[in-house]
């Protein structure tokens, strides 16, 4: 895909932005759409065009007279097929559309695209907590993980005592926080696909923003025991302790026959985080290379400005990150379905082509158990903004990942192992695409939203980007970058970019983000394609 919009035209009147001079739509940027009988700019697309019909924001209007049956084209893709006539200057929503079938996964290019010819990136820093395993967290957090559902109400009254009492003794750590899930029992744990969930759990309180400090609260009768969830050897050595004393899984069971009455488990879990305090206090940030940031990105709430202004803008910073030597995952199966091609062509070798359409062929056949397809994906608001289906969904999202070659693939839980742009195979969901990427190891999160969305994780830092201008005036508390300027010409998609790289590095080094701000945490919500007895 083209990283640059062209052509763009603008009058008073009319904002119109085409992907490609080989695409027969573009779409309407005026913040409130436009007017059937608007006469479009005599430049540009659609140049001197009557519209047929009034145009909300984001939707697309045709540029030329399409017949029915006849390929409509964005991005120079096809993203649909006419379902009548559509003369030139007409709106074109999901309603006139047909969608077109999904690719096969057979016969696609591998590792066939050419690697961009760019330096390297040398000299960006930030102020991190750099742990013993050579990972770097971006902020200094007690988690406590929980092995089951039935304790949550418990560690969240021990939370909140942890914050009152002792966290003001602790200056330099900078939360605690309860890891609930909706896991645990109830569960066919033995399952093949429940490896899944418990991968993911284990892999969470592994993440580098806790510091290595991990300590669980049972309930003692649930499925998911301890030492399944985190057996010995599972959990690396991050401090100066012995050998030995790493392998003692630091457990606070509530069944325990000591524990007489409520108080004495939160006495018991209050006395543990003590423990773990002490040393997460102890910790200080020092400067370390922007290789060690391991960013998600991830949109929601999408329109169809985020694959014009957001996405490509954040395309450009994951760009500039894998020149620097960092991590960066993209994910979302469903969202990123409809363009395999583009990615098994970007692929680093043969065999990380493979490991996507593996993925890929997976996901298909999850969705097929549950009868459904990718059309599912899309929501009310996703239509709304403009976006007729998951196919032209997808090309605005596939561009947050750049150009950079994808040298690694992740399955749902996995933890990251390698440097560069990987592939994290993930459902769409918001909050479980954002659950699986702090198992990952994610240690800074950039979100993209069109619609809007109050969107945050306790574990790691959201730095929201709103793809409208009218939404982050708005919204002008809740999002941190506004790419909007993009489509109105006030800025382009590489100073969009580069701003975002640079907030990246300010909020590592522990700006605070407006969902931190606020204090705005979304549930972690575990994948769990198992069966639940």
Request: net charge negative; proline share 7%; aromatic share 6%.
């Amino acid at each position: 895909l083209e990283r640059r919009i062209t052509p763009m035209s603008t009058s008073a009147q009319a904002l119109l932005i085409a992907m490609h001079p080989s695409d027969n739509v573009a779409i309407v940027a005026n913040d409130g759409g436009l007017a059937a009988g608007t006469v479009l700019p005599s430049t540009g697309p659609g140049a001197g065009l009557v519209l047929r019909d009034k145009v909300p924001q984001g939707h697309k209007v045709s540029l030329v007279d399409v017949p029915a049956g006849s390929p409509v084209r964005r991005y120079n893709v096809v993203i649909g097929h006419a379902a009548r006539d559509l003369p030139a200057g007409s709106w074109v929503h999901e309603r006139v559309l047909h969608m077109p079938d999904a690719c096969g996964l057979v016969d696609l290019p591998k590792a066939t695209a050419p690697a961009p010819d760019w330096a390297p990136l040398f000299g960006y820093t930030f102020e991190g907590y750099r742990n013993a395993d050579g990972s770097v967290g971006t902020r200094n957090i007690l988690a406590i993980t929980t092995t089951v559902q039935c304790v949550t109400g418990v560690v969240e009254f021990a939370v909140q005592r942890i914050r009152q009492e002792l966290l003001p003794l602790y200056p330099h750590v900078d939360d605690v926080l309860g890891l609930s899930h909706s896991y645990g029992c109830g569960v066919a744990i033995d399952a093949p696909d429940a490896v899944i969930p418990i991968r993911t759990l284990r892999h969470i309180s592994l993440n580098p923003n806790f510091g290595g400090e991990v300590m669980v609260v049972s309930l003692g009768c649930e499925k998911l025991q301890p030492e399944r969830l985190l057996p010995p050897g599972s959990i690396p050595l991050l401090d100066a302790r012995e050998p030995a004393a790493s392998a003692d899984l630091d457990v606070v069971c509530l069944q325990d026959e000591g524990h007489v009455g409520f108080m004495s488990m939160i006495d018991s879990i209050l006395r543990q985080a003590r423990v773990h305090l002490e040393r997460l206090n102890q910790r200080r940030r020092e400067t370390c290379p922007a290789s060690d940031l391991v960013v998600g990105v991830q949109c929601g709430g999408s329109d169809a400005l985020s694959g014009v202004t957001a996405n490509p803008a954040v395309g450009f910073a994951t760009d500039l990150l894998v020149r620097a030597g960092a991590s960066v995952m993209f994910s979302e199966v469903t969202e990123v379905r409809d363009g395999i091609a583009q990615l098994t062509a970007r692929a680093a070798t043969p065999e990380v082509a493979d490991a996507m359409i593996r993925e890929m062929a997976w996901y298909d056949a999850y969705l097929q158990r549950g009868s459904v397809d990718r059309s599912a994906n899309t929501t009310p608001g996703n239509k709304s903004g403009g976006l007729s289906n998951i196919v032209e969904k997808a090309m605005g999202s596939i561009v947050k990942s750049g150009s950079a070659p994808i040298s690694g693939v992740l399955a749902p839980g996995e933890k990251l192992r390698h440097k560069g742009l990987i592939y994290a195979a993930t459902p769409a969901s918001d909050f479980i695409c954002g659950t699986l990427q702090v198992a990952a190891g994610m240690n800074l999160h950039i979100f993209t939203t069109g619609r809007g969305t109050p969107y945050g994780l306790a574990p790691v830092p959201v730095i929201k980007v709103a793809t409208r201008n009218d939404l982050a005036r708005r919204w002008h508390d809740l999002m941190d970058v506004n790419a909007g300027r993009i489509a109105t010409g006030e800025a382009s998609i590489e100073q969009v970019g580069w701003e975002m790289f640079e907030l990246m590095l300010a909020v590592a080094s522990g700006r605070k983000t407006w969902a931190e701000h606020w204090g705005l945490k979304n549930d972690l919500v575990l994948f769990n394609p198992a069966p639940i007895t």
